[in-house]
């Protein structure tokens, strides 16, 4: 989101005090009123920033965000470079105007898919949008599935000898070191809802409806922006549309506005505190077994920034020191050895990552909760929990009560 022109509170952009003279790239370079980039155009200007940066004999630093688009840009070996070998689209615009399907309801776009890539339609939920509409553009963009796609990354990566080197040359654009900022969970979500609350001090319904100001007026001149992505759907943002509805519609309520705000604020903190736990899942799963197969787990580094009064000590201090040593190419100490912390997040939630397992792209079904999940973990704890007990002891109860019923006996 800070890759947008303008609107610093909404999408949290660092001030140029904060800043303190060092060039941050790619903040603010694209205008409202411009298409939103694909993964691929982010890659692609990410890495001449990083080429330039290079070329003046200087260290360039990724600071994350959203991790599909670092982690594309960390790693060789992601669609990205499918959709460049295969498609010269920059923006997510450009696909939906060459294939109309691409904007049909969610359902038609989840039977296309079945009828050209059974198996990615067969991994995804009945209503997650977004991914299943990534596994039909594949397809539209490269011709071919992308369930076969994954498959042959899969299979190159098992077939590269066993060392170290091989890894690094082929996962990894750069030599990297990474570091994994963490908070205890309690100090986490107090520091999430402070910084909503900090949002909203410092503007945040202004933005908003400046943003809703500028759709209006995108609308009325016929350029009606697409609200299902890219800035419109940022956090902070999509929270407020029915507030910023009652205000437009000219209610006078003050109770029923203040209502609406106060739910809008709550959504807006569920939904950061949502977001970080999907940041957190990322880390640990994704990137940490990403780095496993590479052989470069060692290059992560857990750094405890809970109390933020010592942050100096528990993360800049460690981290200069451990950059010292990397750059210099000196031995460093093993990550999981900073602490015991590091020992217990630094090994994999789970060992595999499930874009790697096609075996365990299962969905199932609950008639009874009405409930589709698409792994065996999701299926599990779902039939383990009190809400599903209890709403199949109702239906058996009921089923028990239809048998036990009377035959009814009409007039003939």
């Given at each position: 989101m800070q890759l947008y022109t303008g609107l610093p509170i909404i999408t949290n952009k660092i001030t140029v005090e904060e800043q303190q003279g060092i060039p941050h790239h790619l903040l603010g370079c694209i205008g409202l009123h411009e298409q939103t980039w694909v993964v691929g155009t982010f890659v692609r200007h990410a890495l001449k920033i990083i080429e330039e940066i290079h070329a003046r004999g200087r260290l360039p630093i990724l600071v994350g965000g959203t991790h599909y688009y670092t982690q594309s840009l960390l790693f060789r070996d992601r669609l990205t470079e499918q959709d460049d070998e295969h498609t010269k689209h920059e923006f997510v615009d450009s696909t939906a105007e060459k294939w109309p399907i691409l904007q049909e309801s969610t359902e038609t776009l989840l039977a296309e898919l079945s009828r050209v890539d059974p198996a990615m339609a067969e991994r995804w939920h009945p209503n997650d949008r977004r991914k299943i509409k990534r596994s039909l553009e594949i397809y539209l963009q490269t011709g071919r599935k992308a369930s076969e796609i994954y498959n042959e990354q899969r299979q190159r990566r098992n077939s590269e000898p066993d060392e170290p080197q091989s890894?690094?040359?082929?996962?990894?654009?750069?030599?990297?070191?990474?570091?994994?900022?963490?908070?205890?969970?309690?100090?986490?979500?107090?520091?999430?809802?402070?910084?909503?609350?900090?949002?909203?001090?410092?503007?945040?319904?202004?933005?908003?409806?400046?943003?809703?100001?500028?759709?209006?007026?995108?609308?009325?001149?016929?350029?009606?922006?697409?609200?299902?992505?890219?800035?419109?759907?940022?956090?902070?943002?999509?929270?407020?549309?029915?507030?910023?509805?009652?205000?437009?519609?000219?209610?006078?309520?003050?109770?029923?506005?203040?209502?609406?705000?106060?739910?809008?604020?709550?959504?807006?903190?569920?939904?950061?505190?949502?977001?970080?736990?999907?940041?957190?899942?990322?880390?640990?799963?994704?990137?940490?077994?990403?780095?496993?197969?590479?052989?470069?787990?060692?290059?992560?580094?857990?750094?405890?920034?809970?109390?933020?009064?010592?942050?100096?000590?528990?993360?800049?201090?460690?981290?200069?020191?451990?950059?010292?040593?990397?750059?210099?190419?000196?031995?460093?100490?093993?990550?999981?050895?900073?602490?015991?912390?590091?020992?217990?997040?630094?090994?994999?939630?789970?060992?595999?990552?499930?874009?790697?397992?096609?075996?365990?792209?299962?969905?199932?079904?609950?008639?009874?909760?009405?409930?589709?999940?698409?792994?065996?973990?999701?299926?599990?704890?779902?039939?383990?929990?009190?809400?599903?007990?209890?709403?199949?002891?109702?239906?058996?109860?009921?089923?028990?009560?239809?048998d036990a019923a009377p035959p009814r006996v009409g007039n003939i």
């Open positions: 890894g690094e040359v082929e996962s990894m654009r750069f030599p990297t070191l990474m570091f994994w900022i963490n908070s205890e969970p309690e100090a986490l979500r107090a520091r999430l809802d402070g910084r909503v609350d900090k949002m909203l001090d410092s503007g945040l319904l202004q933005e908003v409806a400046s943003l809703d100001n500028f759709a209006d007026s995108e609308t009325a001149n016929g350029h009606a922006p697409d609200q299902t992505r890219g800035i419109w759907v940022s956090i902070g943002h999509k929270e407020f549309k029915e507030y910023s509805a009652a205000l437009k519609a000219g209610i006078s309520d003050e109770q029923r506005l203040e209502a609406l705000k106060l739910d809008a604020v709550e959504r807006t903190k569920i939904a950061t505190r949502q977001y970080a736990k999907r940041q957190l899942k990322w880390i640990r799963i994704k990137l940490v077994n990403a780095l496993v197969e590479a052989k470069l787990d060692r290059q992560l580094y857990l750094l405890d920034g809970t109390d933020v009064a010592a942050y100096n000590e528990t993360v800049v201090h460690p981290a200069l020191e451990l950059m010292s040593q990397f750059v210099q190419a000196e031995d460093m100490p093993l990550p999981e050895s900073l602490s015991p912390l590091a020992a217990d997040l630094l090994v994999p939630k789970r060992d595999y990552d499930l874009a790697a397992r096609p075996e365990f792209w299962t969905k199932q079904h609950c008639t009874a909760c009405d409930v589709t999940c698409v792994t065996p973990v999701q299926w599990q704890q779902h039939t383990r929990s009190k809400t599903h007990k209890k709403l199949v002891s109702k239906q058996k109860l009921a089923e028990r009560s239809l």
